[in-house]
C-alpha cells in the first residue's frame, strides 16, 4: 500500500477507483492522507510493532488506513466485515490493537463490541457525522496533521485473522524487520515476479479487502504504480463490464465467481470482453476441474492457481498449460518443503493422501496463543500445518482432497467430501454445495449434502433424488449423498471459503 516514488512520478494517476460509482484517489492523494493518518497513529501513542484494527466494508479510504500502517511500522489487523459484536470483540482484543477504524455502516457492530474493549483509545469512523456516530469521524481527526511523512517511518505489515472455518480465528502473525517503508518483505518481491506485477497494470479486486489474498494483490499494484478498481462486493455481469470499461490487465478470484460467470445466460457472456485480461488468478478453495476447464477455454490461458494460506507456510503454484498437463492440481511447490505425512508423521508415497506439511518458508505463529501454535507446529519445531489434506503425483504436483476435520469416516472408510462438493456444483441447477458427515448408528457417520438451488429451482424431493443420481453416474456410492437438504443460501465467506462448521454442527447438535 505504499505509494513510494509514485506519488511524486505519477501523482495525478489514479490509484484507486471505486467500481460503482468512479470515485477515484490519486497517487498523490494516497501519499498525503496515509501520511496524516501515520501522524495520527503516532499522536496517540501506537509506536513500531504495536496494532491496530480496520473494520469496515469495501471504500475508498480501507487502502490509506493500511498504508499509513505500513509506513508506521505497525501491524494492522483487517477484519472480515461480516462479523458479529462478540466475534469482532474477541479478534480485536486478542489482536491487542489500541485504534479501530471502521465506517458509519459497520459502527453501530463496533460501538457493541467496544463494550468489552477495554484497550481500545479511539474509534475513527471514515464517513460519519458527529449526528450520527459515537466515533470521531476520520476525516476531521486526519486533517489536523502534518501531510509531510512522520519522521520515524518503518516498514509495517498486516497482521491477518484465519477465517474461523473449523474454529475460532487465529492472527497470523510474522516478523517484521526493522526497516524503511520502502523496502519489501521477501514473498512480495516473489510474488510480483510471479505474477508479473508491471507499472501502468489495471488490478479488477472484486473481493473483500480484509483477505489476505486481495490485500496482497492491492498493496502489490500500488507498490510497482498500477491502478487498483474495488468492487464494493462481487457480481457477476458487472465484472465482465468492469473488465471491458477498464481494460483491466490483472485479477484474481475464487471458483464461485468463475461458477456464477459461467451459469450466466449466454448471450451476456457473448458480449463480454476480457481481451484485456493478461492474467487471472485464484485461490481460496479448489476449483472444480469442469469448471476450471470451461473457464480456460472462454478466457485463454491466462488462468493461474495457486495454494497456499494466510499463514504462509509454503506455496504451491501453476499456469493454464501445466494445470492442463496435471488436470486437479493446485501446483508445485515454489516456497518452502512440502511432505505428505500419515497420522505418525511418517512420509506417505506418490498418490496416497495426507496431511499437508511445510518446512516453512517463513517463520509463523499465532499471535497470544501458543497452545494453537503448538498444534500447527511438528514435535520437532521443523513443520507447520493448517491441516489439509492432499498428495502428490509423479511429477511433483499437489492436489487437495479436503480439510482434516471434515473428513468422514463412515463404516471405517475415510471419505474427503470437497469430490463430492466440487461435483455437484457443476450441475446446472445448483448454485452452491457443501458435503459433509452427519451421525449415523451403524456407520458412525453417513455422507449428507446440503443444497442451494439457483434462482427459480423449486427444492424437494424430485431435485434432491435428481442430484443423487447424478453422483451415482460419476462417483463411488459410499462417496454419494445418503439424503439432501436444501437451504436459501449457504454460508459462503465473500473469499470463497465455505463456512461448513455452521452447516455441521446443527445435525450433530441433535445427536
Not at 491466462?302 to 504462509?312: K, L, R
Not at 460419476?474 to 463456512?499: A, M, N
Request: hydrophobic share 40%; net charge negative.
Amino acid at each position: 500500500m505504499f505509494p513510494g516514488k509514485y506519488a511524486l512520478e505519477n501523482a495525478d494517476q489514479a490509484a484507486l477507483i471505486m467500481a460503482e460509482t468512479g470515485e477515484s484517489v490519486s497517487y498523490a492523494e494516497l501519499e498525503l492522507r496515509s501520511n496524516q493518518l501515520a501522524h495520527l497513529l503516532r499522536k496517540h501513542g501506537l509506536k513500531r510493532l504495536d496494532h491496530y484494527a480496520i473494520f469496515m466494508e469495501n471504500n475508498l479510504r480501507f487502502i490509506e488506513a493500511c498504508s499509513a500502517g505500513e509506513r508506521s511500522g505497525l501491524y494492522y489487523t483487517c477484519i472480515n466485515s461480516y462479523l458479529k459484536a462478540d466475534e469482532l470483540a474477541y479478534i480485536v482484543n486478542n489482536s491487542e490493537a489500541k485504534i479501530i477504524i471502521t465506517s458509519a455502516a459497520k459502527e453501530p457492530v463496533v460501538q457493541e463490541a467496544l463494550i468489552d474493549c477495554p484497550n481500545v483509545s479511539l474509534c475513527l469512523v471514515v464517513d460519519g457525522t458527529e449526528e450520527n456516530s459515537r466515533g470521531v469521524n476520520y476525516q476531521y481527526a486526519i486533517e489536523q496533521f502534518p501531510k509531510t511523512p512522520i519522521t520515524d517511518e518503518y516498514l509495517g505489515r498486516s497482521m491477518l485473522y484465519s477465517s474461523g472455518t473449523t474454529g475460532r480465528p487465529k492472527g497470523v502473525i510474522g516478523p517484521l524487520p526493522e526497516e524503511p517503508p520502502t523496502e519489501t518483505l521477501p514473498v512480495s518481491d516473489f510474488l510480483h515476479e510471479l505474477w508479473h506485477y508491471r507499472p501502468g497494470m489495471v488490478y479488477l479486486s472484486p473481493a473483500p479487502l480484509y483477505h489476505a489474498a486481495p490485500l496482497s494483490a492491492v498493496s502489490l499494484t500500488i507498490r510497482c504504480g498500477g491502478t487498483v478498481i474495488i468492487m464494493k462486493r462481487f457480481d457477476p455481469e458487472l465484472y465482465l463490464e468492469l473488465v471491458k470499461k477498464y481494460s483491466a490487465t490483472h485479477s484474481q478470484l475464487v471458483p464461485t465467481m468463475f461458477s456464477r460467470m459461467l451459469k450466466l445466460p449466454q448471450e451476456i457472456r457473448d458480449k463480454s470482453d476480457v481481451s484485456s485480461l493478461e492474467i487471472a488468478i485464484h485461490a481460496a478453495a479448489p476449483c472444480p476441474v469442469q469448471v476450471k476447464e470451461e473457464m480456460i477455454n472462454w478466457w485463454g490461458p491466462i488462468v493461474h492457481e495457486y495454494y497456499g494460506a494466510t499463514e504462509a507456510l509454503g506455496f504451491t503454484a501453476c499456469n493454464s498449460e501445466e494445470w492442463l498437463s496435471h488436470r486437479g492440481t493446485v501446483g508445485k511447490i515454489m516456497l518452502g518443503e512440502l511432505h505428505i505425512l500419515d497420522e505418525e508423521g511418517k512420509d506417505l508415497p506418490q498418490g496416497i493422501p495426507g496431511e499437508i506439511w511445510f518446512k516453512t518458508a517463513n517463520e509463523f505463529s499465532y499471535f497470544n496463543d501458543v497452545e494453537a501454535t503448538a498444534a500447527a507446529t511438528s514435535a520437532d519445531g521443523s513443520m507447520s500445518t493448517v491441516g489439509d489434506i492432499g498428495y502428490l503425483d509423479e511429477d511433483g504436483f499437489l492436489y487437495l482432497t479436503d480439510r482434516a476435520t471434515f473428513m468422514i469416516i463412515s463404516g471405517g472408510v475415510n471419505i474427503y467430501p470437497q469430490e463430492t462438493e466440487n461435483l455437484l456444483i457443476t450441475h446446472p441447477k445448483v448454485a452452491d454445495a457443501a458435503v459433509f458427515g452427519v451421525p449415523n448408528v451403524d456407520l458412525g457417520e453417513e455422507v449428507k449434502a446440503v443444497i442451494q438451488p439457483i434462482t427459480d429451482v423449486a427444492p424437494g424431493d424430485d431435485l434432491a433424488r435428481e442430484l443423487m443420481n447424478f453422483c451415482l453416474t460419476q462417483l463411488s456410492r459410499q462417496k454419494c449423498p445418503r439424503s439432501i437438504d436444501f437451504e436459501t443460501k449457504l454460508p459462503r465467506l465473500p473469499t470463497g471459503k465455505l463456512y461448513k462448521r455452521l452447516l455441521r454442527d446443527k445435525y450433530w447438535a441433535k445427536s
